[in-house]
C-alpha cells in the first residue's frame, strides 16, 4: 500500500475501487483511524488507548478478503441487506455470510434488526452504522484541523460565516467546468472527489454522501463553504446560482435549493428555472 492517506470511500463502485486495489496491508500500517463523528479525544492515553482500539477494529474487520467484501458493499450505496442477500451478492453460504455479518456489528460497523410483518420467522436485517474509514500512514487528523478553524469562523459570527462561504466558491471558482450544461454536468468535479448529489425540481440538491459530514456535524458553519463551494462550480455555466445550504438530512447527507440570479448579479426567483437534466 502507498505511504500517502487512502480512504474507504462510500461510493466504492462509481469510483473504480475494487478488492484488487486492496493488497495485504496489516504489516505495513502502523496508525489506523476510523473517523466515528464523535468529538476527538485530546488526552494522550486516552487518546493513545482509542487509536489503538480503532486499529483492531479497522484490522478486524478488513483483514479477512470475504468480510471486507461485505463491508465494501455496504459502503457502495448503504442499502439494508438480510443475511439471504449479502450470501447471494458475496458468493458465500448463509451461514458463513451471517459469522462475517454478526462479525462486523461486533466491531461496530454494522447494527442489526428483526424485519417483521412477513409470514414465519422475522429476517434479521444489517444496516451500515459506522463513519468512513480512513486509512492513514504516517498518522495525520485533518478532521481536527478543519474542526479547529470552523469553530473560530463560527466564534465570528455573521463575518466568520461569509468568510467561510467565500472560501468555498473560490475553491468551486478553480474546480468550475464552464463547457457544463445542466446543473449535474456542472457539479461533476465535486462527485468525482467523492460527494454524491441528487438533483431534483424547484432548484434542489440532495447529498446523499457530504464530504465534510463529520466536521459539519459538529460546526453547522461548514454547511456555508459547501454552498459556497457548489455555487463556486456553478457560476460559469448558464446554471449559476445562488446556492442556500437546508442543512442536514440524515447521518451522511444534507441538503441546498439554488436560487436563479438575473442578469445584474441579483437574486429574482426563488427556483431555478435552468436545465435540471442528468449530464
Same mark, same amino acid.
Given at each position: ?21 486492496? +493488497?495485504?496491508?496489516? $504489516? ?11 468529538? +476527538? ?51 458465500? #453460504? ?5 459469522? #462475517? ?20 420467522? +422475522? ?13 492513514? #500512514? ?24 461569509? %468568510? ?44 446523499? $454522501? ?16 459547501? %454552498? ?19 442543512? #442536514?438530512?440524515?447521518? $451522511?447527507?444534507? %441538503? ?24
Amino acid at each position: 500500500m502507498s505511504r500517502q492517506s487512502s480512504s474507504f470511500l462510500t461510493s466504492t463502485q462509481k469510483r473504480g475501487l475494487t478488492l484488487s486495489n486492496w +493488497p495485504a496491508f496489516r $504489516n505495513e500500517l502502523t496508525t489506523i483511524r476510523l473517523i466515528s463523528g464523535e468529538s +476527538p479525544t485530546y488526552q494522550c492515553a486516552g487518546y493513545a488507548g482509542r487509536v489503538a482500539t480503532d486499529m483492531e477494529r479497522a484490522l478486524g474487520a478488513l483483514r479477512d478478503f470475504t468480510r471486507r467484501d461485505i463491508l465494501l458493499r455496504f459502503y457502495a450505496d448503504r442499502k439494508p441487506r438480510s443475511v439471504e442477500q449479502v450470501s447471494r451478492e458475496a458468493g458465500v #453460504h448463509r451461514s458463513v455470510a451471517f459469522e #462475517h455479518l454478526e462479525r462486523l456489528v461486533s466491531l461496530g460497523y454494522l447494527e442489526s434488526e428483526r424485519r417483521r410483518g412477513f409470514p414465519g420467522k +422475522p429476517a434479521k436485517i444489517y444496516r451500515l452504522t459506522a463513519g468512513p474509514v480512513q486509512i492513514s #500512514h504516517p498518522m495525520r487528523r485533518y478532521d481536527v484541523l478543519a474542526e479547529a478553524l470552523a469553530k473560530e469562523f463560527q466564534r465570528m459570527g455573521d463575518g466568520g460565516t461569509n %468568510a467561510i462561504r467565500q472560501a468555498g466558491r473560490a475553491l468551486g471558482l478553480t474546480l468550475a467546468r464552464p463547457e457544463a450544461r445542466s446543473v449535474t454536468a456542472a457539479l461533476e468535479p465535486v462527485t468525482e472527489m467523492g460527494g454524491e448529489y441528487e438533483v431534483g425540481p424547484a432548484g434542489a440538491i440532495d447529498c446523499s $454522501n457530504c464530504l465534510f459530514a463529520e466536521v459539519c456535524r459538529r460546526t453547522p458553519v461548514i454547511c456555508s463553504f459547501h %454552498a459556497g463551494l457548489l455555487e463556486g462550480v456553478l457560476e460559469r455555466t448558464p446554471t449559476a446560482a445562488t446556492v442556500e445550504a437546508l442543512g #442536514h438530512r440524515d447521518p $451522511n447527507g444534507c %441538503a441546498y435549493v439554488m436560487h436563479r440570479r438575473s442578469r445584474t448579479g441579483s437574486v429574482d426567483d426563488p427556483t431555478l428555472t435552468a436545465p435540471l437534466t442528468r449530464g
